[in-house]
């Protein structure tokens, strides 16, 4: 396998390119701190309200113009805001690159940030917060979220209506300008380029990028226990959470294989538990979310009003579980998922892109595949099950959306 | 490139497969003659009742066992019940082909169907109905289908809950003993395999596999015209339907085009006109679904109350107007962007052995990406044009989700 290559340009840009054999189609991610935790305490929204309005023109082209150029060139991009960083990300056909890439720049650089596209932006954001009423499950999860982390971490990625109805342009750009900086920010790329080509692009078009990071924004702790949003509707969603270690922590693979154990496949405990043996939920699932300074478990189930109770208390019942220890069997399938896993995403440059920029923030440095293989590989049941003995989940913040509220 | 490779076995079972060099990852795709259009008018539910009971126990194999020994080879899977097919997809690492096929192939050949799995399946499959009263968008879209497909087309997914609570396991051995046959089934493959050993061993396990499709079941024409669905909600979910030509007509090409200047990348029209422009919509787009003997454009925007009446007005209105032709701008965005999506499937093999598979079934053969590249590179915009006002849509089909009924 070819070398994943990481560089730090002088103002302090990181850039990290994997080059994957075979492929035709180029992905670019270019994180910047202007995530969620970088907005005011009181202007939650506007990182969600610039990743509309980045959209709408940059580096002297209209909105109409800007986006017919990267259209034309084929390129598929999106923007959205993250805990920590702004995303910008891309798919392009590798040959592309050098007329893509100073397109997607200027959306860092020099979005025009027009009067004129406020309102319709806002409009957007705050449909984004209406139509929530219309996904359930998403909201139980946004809700989990703003109960069981401290802020800023649980911030909502909509926003807040209140604040996004007081924004003004000047708010947007002042948030713009002091956070889209380049001492901070990573830019991730994975597929078809040439290495020296494509790092010497870079530096042409962001050798001159400036700015430093500003600390984030947080006004304290989660506040976890338990929650009730009433809906009528025939439907329950429950949503739960526990803290546990994080992504930094060297039993990480651990903390992953034990999700696995619960949520990984159809002969994972959870399915086969709550929806194979007792035809409790249509949808059910765990996940490890690591975080560089925190990590959680977060789980759903959507089920319907008579059988609800019963759902939460396998559910919570099965996450308890997990600490009297996994089986020989059920740590070989673990293991064996979580291989092929990465084996998946190996043949994605989207997922490579995206996960050696996150690898960089949380790491300091990329992970090869095979690297990531010799960290599951390296693992016993043995290490697996002292783990989980000694981890056992603790208080668990726990959401339930329905019309009545559950007995936690 | 590698040849797609194509053989139809004594029994009728036709395989395909395309190997993709530097892919570690196989997938499977099976389609056989048992989709919701199979299934007895007052039987609709029974396909994807299958669906689930098909994952609880084949070949001997108790749904533990069959599970475990799937989940330990690291095989992804999921199964569905499609209109003309029901399909049983694989995704694995290339190296556990010869040990995995067996257990696939089981489900489809030796399922257990137990007495005992019946119940849970129903109650999940019940569930799955209860679940679209959360689920407004994907209800507004089944509510479309149904009214402006004929029967059988317009099957719901999910099938009849009257019909689903008086079945029997007999009803299932029944529908799954006439419709998961060799003779009219499709098997592709696409990844990382050896051709030879590939076919030797679907041979070995389905060379005997025997039976014929049974002729589709149907009762009826689409009503067509406008439908309103009330729910008490501050959103307004609008879903459109026309007909147009069907995927086998030689201008498929042309109505793929029209569709992607519409709703193709952030400068397609609706995107720009109906969300952009107004900032009337969250979510908004149109597709062509092009089906062996009929095609439809299918649209659907998500709005709030207020903005509902504009939001049906301007996205049909931007569907008629597309007849007044298209410019050589939007020709050629919409071009490279069909072109860009070819080259992401080549390197999917989980796209591309589900696209060979369905090929067969439309085409009668597999169309490789290069010819498929070559007839997008085909089309002129003067043909596109031409095509355009020969082909102005007709009556549409209008459901509507919310609080008051629209103006049509």
Redesign the interface.
């Known amino acids: 396998m070819p070398e994943i290559v990481q560089t730090v340009l002088p103002n302090g840009l990181t850039v990290v390119a994997e080059p994957i054999?075979?492929?035709?189609?180029l992905a670019m991610t270019l994180l910047t701190p202007a995530g969620l935790a970088s907005q005011p305490v009181d202007q939650q929204g506007v990182a969600p309200l610039l990743s509309e309005m980045i959209?709408?023109g940059a580096g002297g082209k209209t909105?109409?113009q800007h986006?017919?150029a990267?259209?034309?060139?084929?390129v598929?991009?999106s923007t959205d805001a993250q805990t920590r960083f702004f995303r910008i990300g891309a798919?392009?056909?590798g040959s592309k690159m050098k007329e893509a890439l100073p397109l997607l720049f200027d959306m860092a650089r020099t979005p025009t940030l027009a009067e004129e596209a406020l309102?319709?932006?806002v409009?957007?954001s705050i449909?984004?917060i209406?139509?929530l009423?219309?996904e359930?499950?998403r909201r139980a999860m946004l809700e989990l979220r703003s109960q069981h982390y401290p802020d800023p971490v649980g911030r909502p990625p909509v926003g807040v209506r209140e604040h996004l109805e007081n924004m003004t342009v000047d708010t947007v750009r002042k948030f713009w300008f002091e956070h889209f900086v380049a001492r901070g920010s990573i830019l991730g790329f994975a597929g078809s380029f040439d290495t020296d080509e494509l790092l010497a692009t870079v530096n042409d078009l962001l050798g001159d990028w400036g700015g430093e990071a500003h600390p984030a924004h947080g006004q304290g702790a989660g506040t976890g226990g338990v929650h009730h949003v009433h809906t009528?509707?025939?439907?329950v969603?429950i949503a739960l959470a526990y803290p546990t270690i994080p992504d930094t922590h060297e039993d990480r693979v651990l903390q992953q294989a034990a999700t696995a154990v619960l949520s990984?496949?159809?002969?994972?405990r959870l399915f086969?538990e709550v929806?194979?043996?007792?035809?409790l939920?249509?949808?059910v699932y765990a996940t490890y979310a690591g975080q560089k300074d925190r990590g959680d478990v977060l789980a759903y189930a959507?089920?319907?009003v008579p059988r609800a109770q019963e759902t939460l208390d396998v559910l919570s019942g099965e996450l308890r579980r997990l600490s009297e220890g996994v089986n020989q069997?059920e740590f070989?399938?673990a293991i064996?998922?979580m291989?092929?896993s990465l084996?998946?995403q190996?043949?994605?440059?989207t997922a490579r892109g995206a996960s050696i920029a996150s690898d960089v923030y949380v790491f300091g440095q990329p992970r090869s595949l095979e690297y990531a293989a010799s960290e599951v590989d390296a693992v016993t049941l043995d290490q697996l099950n002292a783990y989980l003995k000694a981890n056992p989940p603790g208080d668990m913040t726990i959401v339930t959306l329905g019309p009545e509220p559950l007995k936690a």
């Open positions: 054999p075979g492929a035709s189609s959209c709408r909105a109409r986006s017919d990267l259209d034309t060139l084929g598929q991009r798919t392009m056909i309102a319709p932006s409009d957007l449909q984004a209406d139509s009423a219309d359930p499950q009528d509707s025939t439907q969603h990984g496949g159809m002969s994972g086969t929806r194979e043996k007792r035809g939920v249509y949808s959507g089920t319907t069997s070989e399938r064996v998922g291989k092929s084996v998946m190996g043949e994605s440059t």
